[in-house]
């Protein structure tokens, strides 16, 4: 039951404000007075719908939490402090997004947009639901997009996916790295491969790389069977920590022991090698013939 706001001082719409503010709808300064005399865009609308959801009580699932993002083309190119927001309205169905695929955070929501998103919000029975049988990992193309949201490209033309799982890997390390600030990021594409450098603040150089992803996504020779490795290139704690969580990815239940393997190859020593199978998972590791240590990953 909606209850009937008391009046208040000052403007016309000030006592549905103040409602807001009081239902935690909207929180207090987050809208100067100039901002109630524009339109709303649709990411301020998820906002508010998202907590709306909240103070009613409505449990949002993190499940399949990849496959919605997936669907969101803008996803990883709309502010990061509006992700969730369009995520949990568009995963309850309150907010659906445009026939390219994108959601539209920046955009005015229209009179009629906001009538439906209010209706789906007052009444869950009507929510459309969202079609996960048909995923597609990045985008419809199945292009790897980078960490701006650019889809990369080889000579001009889209990426050659032949190994499926590039992809969802990629769409991971992506979605780890996203907001870091320790790095300045360079992804680059090749005709079989794409390489993920991590790179001091401010440095272009790819040879001053502390670490590097490759993902084979048409993968020929050996890299059929192994598609994926990490390369450690120069130590440091904060290098370590973002290591870890990079082996998270493809070692979910068994990152730790991994990198112990990994810390235990001498960058020096061409004679130090680790190999074996985790989480169901082969790795190959050796050291990287200069510098620091790489490790071989399978397929499963």
Not at 9 to 35: M, N
Not at 60 to 85: G, L, V
Not at 250 to 269: H, R, S
């Amino acid at each position: 039951m909606i209850d009937n706001p008391p009046m208040k001082s000052g403007p016309w719409y000030q006592r549905y404000v103040s409602y807001a503010e009081e239902k935690g709808l909207v929180v207090s300064g987050e809208f100067k007075s100039a901002d109630y005399n524009r339109n709303i865009t649709r990411g301020e609308m998820s906002r508010i719908i998202y907590r709306g959801l909240v103070a009613n009580g409505e449990k949002i699932t993190e499940d399949n939490k990849d496959k919605y993002i997936a669907k969101i083309k803008d996803y990883h190119s709309t502010h990061a402090s509006m992700q969730d927001f369009i995520l949990k309205s568009f995963q309850t169905g309150i907010m659906t997004g445009y026939p390219d695929g994108t959601f539209g955070a920046g955009k005015n929501a229209t009179r009629a947009e906001a009538s439906i998103m209010i209706h789906r919000l007052i009444d869950p029975s009507i929510r459309p639901k969202v079609d996960l049988t048909s995923e597609v990992s990045i985008n419809r193309n199945g292009t790897f997009l980078d960490h701006k949201g650019v889809p990369l490209t080889f000579n001009g033309d889209p990426l050659i996916i032949k190994e499926p799982t590039a992809i969802e890997f990629y769409n991971k390390t992506m979605k780890l790295i996203d907001g870091n600030k320790d790095y300045n990021f360079v992804v680059k594409s090749y005709l079989n491969y794409t390489k993920l450098s991590f790179l001091p603040p401010g440095s272009d150089n790819l040879r001053n790389y502390s670490i590097m992803v490759t993902f084979h996504h048409n993968p020929s020779g050996g890299y059929v069977e192994r598609p994926y490795y990490i390369d450690y290139n120069r130590d440091s704690p904060q290098n370590r920590e973002i290591l870890k969580q990079l082996l998270s990815v493809f070692f979910p239940t068994k990152t730790q022991q991994v990198y112990d393997l990994m810390m235990e190859v001498d960058g020096y020593n061409a004679f130090v090698k680790r190999e074996g199978t985790l989480d169901g998972r082969k790795y190959f590791i050796r050291d990287n013939q200069f510098e620091g240590v790489v490790n071989y990953i399978y397929k499963k």
